[in-house]
């Protein structure tokens, strides 16, 4: 038996050992999807480098080591949840913390939230409100070559749920913050479901953290719906370890004149791989898929976004930024789609890398599927060293050389960073990133669990 | 103030500067001509703290300090100004951050407290005034999308900021019409005092209409062929290079 063979038969048999606990603790209508979806896995197995789209990306180490699985939440590990506060907390949000994937249940009464919302367990709802689950679970995460979501389909028992009425605006955004906290090396599953109804609006913050120094491997899956003329908006900050793997796969799909934002900051993680999917499915329907990436030491993290334009007169923008320091390597590959009936498609791709060292690498693809004939699509790549002139410039002025680094460095993150609308959280993103380039930043500042490693 | 003794500089194997020697006392204005290609920029860079060729002779001096031996921030620090002649564009860093930063680090220097936000944006706007600055300028992002005069304009107004003892202007005029070209002038005049020094590097006498020079030196291949009084510049503006480098060509053939 080969590796790929021996993984597979692995999480077939994770599956098989541990269906009842899963099953008992999970909802009917996620459990009915199991069995085909382990026999999905069965086929693809783990993507390996053959896959185009894993190509600069090498899982199997992180998945050949011996994870203690987290399929029922204990009450005590919420305690260690809920001393902890995140970096972005002091925000004016409605926060939902995650303990190794599992939101706390409370029937989805979150203190203050207006009505026409629902935030909780995906669990929970999807025996409170049958319906609604069931029109869309299991409807948009669809890759046809990553095994690693119908893994995640298999195993998740529970996830985040959230719910907009129509015609409902949340101001304030929602702040959900991923922990993962054990005494052993521990693999995360965790399966979001996200319905924002036609014309609501939505903003949500994804904020990752690693609270102990074990070795984590989370594998988390976002479905996302937002209806006609609405509006959704995430941004995930991930300050995660240098032991710990992140493989998230987020599928927006997207209906008539509907506008999307997804926005990655990675400033920490030994292995993050961010899969983002944009399915322009409704006619005039915009999005814009934005990243920013900083990585030392032997930190690796990869983007691969996805932009399917299946109807026509839609917009795409992608923006995908990085600081590559010490060995790190980084990888972006630009996917965009544009279907045979897509006319008038306006597509638009930038990824923009620093290497700051000699052993840096970065690997950028874009990858442009065009079957229609009237649009306009433009991609442009760019992996260089900080500006030699600019640099003598600001020196020029008095500014060290260190200083006038960090200022180039981080007036090349602006790009992005700027494009964060709430003035609040974008100069919260500000501190951090230029915390995070000074090297100031811990993996979690203010937590009180001391996990640097 | 400054003195530079018998300098010379090569870039990849070539000979840029064959020995310049050159002396600024303060309060003095000292302009130095010469066709293009002659090392004016050259000369200027080096005295900034530019990181490029191999200083192969000779020293300078900046107030008994050896200046060469200081790194680039340091001489901004002890007081030595460059008036690019290209400003370079630096997407995302705003003026005002730069700006602030850079002001800090001098005050740092000489032993004061920062300056507040208030103070300094106070401050901004009085030197604003002198260069006729739009303020949306100061706004945006370092030189970025400025239009050739509002770079130069942008050059002034640092220095105004940083109030340089030693400021050394690279083809300021360049590029400048005629009115753009008064304010900078005007700019430098209320910025010099009995205690400061300027050079102006530049190639056309124009400029020196308006900034009248104490001392004219005049470059040509690498060399410092002539000096003289602020008639000098009269005279090349009305004779033109080519005197100049047939009298030096005249000196080598012959």
Known sequence: MDNREATIKRFSDLLRDNRNRIEKNSAGLLNSFREEAIKQFAELGLPDRKNESYKYTNLEPWFNANYKSYFVPEAADFRAAENFKCEVTDLDSYNLVLLNGFPPRYNGIMAGLPEGIWVGSLTEAAERYPGIVEKHYGKYAHNGKDGLIPLNTALASDGVFVYMEKGITLHKPIQIINLVHSDGDMFVQHRNLIIVEDNAELPIIVCDHALSPQKFLTNAVTEVYVGENAHFDILRVQNEHNNAAKLTHTFIHQEKSSHAVSNNITLHGGLVRNSTYHRLNGEGAECNAFGLYFTDRWQHVDNFVSIDHASPNCISNQLFKGVLDDYATGAFNGRILVNKGAQKTLAYQKNNTILLTDDAKMDSKPQLEIYADDVKCSHGATIGQLDEDALFYLRSRGIDKNEARLMLMFGFAREVIDNIHTEALRERIDELVLKRLRGELSRCTTCTINCDK | ?254
């Open chain 2, 1 to 254: 103030m400054l003195q530079i003794v018998n300098l010379k500089v090569e870039i990849e194997g070539k000979e840029i500067l064959k020995g310049i020697s050159l002396n600024v006392k303060k309060g003095e204005i000292h302009a130095i001509m010469g066709p293009n290609g002659s090392g004016k920029s050259t000369l200027a860079s080096v005295l900034a703290g530019k990181d490029f060729g191999d200083i192969t002779e000779g020293k300078i001096t900046y107030m008994g300090k050896n200046l060469l031996e200081m790194a680039a921030e340091d001489r901004s620090k002890e007081g030595i100004f460059l008036g690019f002649q290209y400003p370079t564009e630096i997407p995302g860093v705003s003026m005002v951050n730069f700006m602030k930063t850079a002001l800090n680090e001098h005050r740092k220097y000489r032993g004061l407290e920062p300056l507040s936000s208030s103070d300094f944006l106070k401050l901004m706007r009085e030197k604003k005034d002198l260069v006729k600055i739009e303020s949306g300028l100061t706004n945006r992002s370092v030189n970025e999308g400025f239009s050739g005069g509002e770079k130069k304009r942008n050059e002034i107004f640092q220095m105004a900021i940083l109030e340089p003892k030693l400021a050394i202007l690279d083809e300021t005029d360049s590029g400048l019409d005629i009115d753009a070209l008064r304010i900078v002038a005007n700019g430098v005049n209320q910025l010099k005092t009995p205690e400061n020094a300027t050079i102006v590097i530049t190639h056309y006498q124009r400029l020196l209409d308006y900034i009248i020079p104490d001392v004219v030196h005049v470059l040509y291949d690498g060399k410092i062929v002539k000096t003289g009084g602020k008639e000098l510049a009269v005279e090349l503006e009305k004779k033109g290079y080519d005197w100049i480098k047939k009298d030096v060509d005249i000196v080598s053939y012959g």
